[in-house]
């Protein structure tokens, strides 16, 4: 890092922080890019913007006791890290995941900050979750489960203080257990509480779809700036969860074919393109692994522990899980034509695959900037519950795909501003970081 005073503050985050390695990675890479910002902005240095922002609000840890079916007795545990306030009320989804620990937590809701900022919506950035694994669960369990959660969250979340949603592991399923709990235990209707719930209780129509479409949207827009489209473009998704599925859908919408989609077991490879509804059915209606898709398209072949880097393809979206992508994959998708690589995931790519990526010149979509379709459309959600309204699907869609055309103009602008034309990484930490900042400075030292 060039900058000494920052070198400084990311070591002070090594000592302060011990063993959380993701949240190291992710507050590195934010600072790296703001010593621009200090520079035009030397109010922010005085004000101590930086170790502030670092510095959560507010972290909750708390215990989560749960029967299963057997009558056993388990022990969980929770999170709610509520991190930056200053542009509203905290925003960001529960992951339930047995990777799930306080490091994890903390990354996730520092990167929240500066996504939630880049939608220009009203929403700070927070996190949870918890390391209970809902696979092989029952429904019982899960409610259960969510339930014990719930019991302690619910008194330090509101829809003007601080609005959770769904991630890894939580679903629409889950959102009804949790909201249920959530009402039974505060004898309130406050649907603005959470965001991805079902359509029949205050959801919002294009909420499921939003991570993956906006995903796909934003690298449409990368494309367009280089005067190409996803027509007739072979492309490879990671993941097969509801990121992954609407990445398909909409890339297949907007004349790409996706060829490969994975889970933690394995990748599918289908020339023909991947078949989008089996994938719903396989995955939302069945919850069963990737690996069955080749018993209804026989053509298509299963690997087993494969490296979905390994297929050569034109677009690459990674929308599984953090790191995912490493130096040697992000080497192997430049090598084999990659042009454009669009995060749905959060942080799927390692450091040193960024480099790769930036060096090459391709056009790379970082996660707080690409992903931010969710958020965004779980901020309309909430719009729509305080106004007991329901929005058709054709007008919330068409409000995303502004909001990403929004998202990339500002980060492909703010790049530009800074001398870093076409970083779009350097572009969002940057931009999302200025508009928390200066709403920090104008409340005080808080």
Not at 158 to 178: C, F, K, N, Q, S
Request: net charge neutral; charged share 25%; glycine share 12%.
């Amino acid at each position: 890092m060039k900058d000494e005073k920052l070198e400084s503050i990311y070591q002070d985050v090594l000592r302060r922080n011990p063993g959380e390695a993701e949240f190291h990675q992710a507050a590195r890479e934010v600072l790296e890019s703001v010593g621009p910002v200090l520079a035009k902005y030397p109010e922010f240095r005085e004000r101590k913007i930086i170790e502030r922002i670092i510095e959560p609000e507010r972290q909750i840890i708390f215990r989560v006791p749960w029967q299963d079916d057997k009558g056993e007795v388990h022990v969980n545990r929770g999170f709610r890290v509520q991190y930056n306030s200053a542009l509203g009320p905290y925003k960001g989804g529960l992951r339930f995941h047995p990777s799930v620990y306080l490091g994890i937590i903390k990354f996730l809701g520092f990167e929240q900050i500066f996504k939630n900022a880049l939608t220009g919506l009203p929403i700070g950035g927070g996190k949870g979750g918890s390391d209970f694994d809902p696979k092989g669960k029952s429904d019982d369990e899960i409610m259960r489960f969510c339930q014990s959660f719930m019991t302690e969250l619910w008194r330090y979340i509101g829809e003007h203080t601080d609005v959770p949603a769904g991630d890894i592991g939580v679903g629409g399923r889950e959102i009804g257990y949790l909201y249920g709990q959530f009402k039974r235990l505060t004898s309130r209707y406050e649907a603005g509480v959470l965001t991805g719930k079902g359509l029949d209780y205050g959801g919002s129509l294009v909420r499921t779809e939003a991570t993956g479409y906006g995903a796909t949207f934003f690298v449409e827009e990368m494309l367009k700036v280089r005067k190409d489209s996803f027509d007739g473009k072979r492309c490879v998704v990671s993941g097969s969860g509801n990121v992954a599925i609407y990445t398909v859908e909409k890339i297949h919408q907007l004349g790409g074919k996706v060829v490969a989609c994975s889970d933690s077991n394995g990748y599918i490879l289908d020339e023909k393109g991947i078949d989008v509804e089996l994938l719903k059915q396989l995955k939302e209606q069945e919850r069963r692994r990737i690996k069955d898709y080749v018993e209804y398209r026989k053509h298509a072949r299963y690997v087993d522990g494969g490296n979905i880097w390994e297929i050569p393809c034109q677009v690459a979206m990674p929308s599984a899980t953090q790191n995912e992508i490493n130096g040697k994959d992000a080497a192997l998708l430049v090598k084999n034509g990659c042009i454009a690589v669009g995060e749905g995931a959060n942080m799927p790519t390692t450091p040193e695959g960024i480099q790769v990526f930036l060096q090459a010149g391709i056009a790379y979509g970082p996660g707080k900037a690409a992903n931010a379709g969710g958020v965004a459309t779980s901020a309309l959600e909430m719009q729509q519950n305080a106004s007991r309204d329901s929005w058709t699907f054709e007008y919330t869609e068409k409000r995303l795909a502004n909001i990403m055309k929004n998202i990339h103009q500002t980060c492909f602008e703010t790049a530009e501003e800074f001398g870093a034309k076409g970083n779009y990484v350097v572009g969002a930490n940057i931009a999302g970081f200025i508009k928390v900042a200066k709403a920090m400075v104008a409340h005080g030292l808080i």
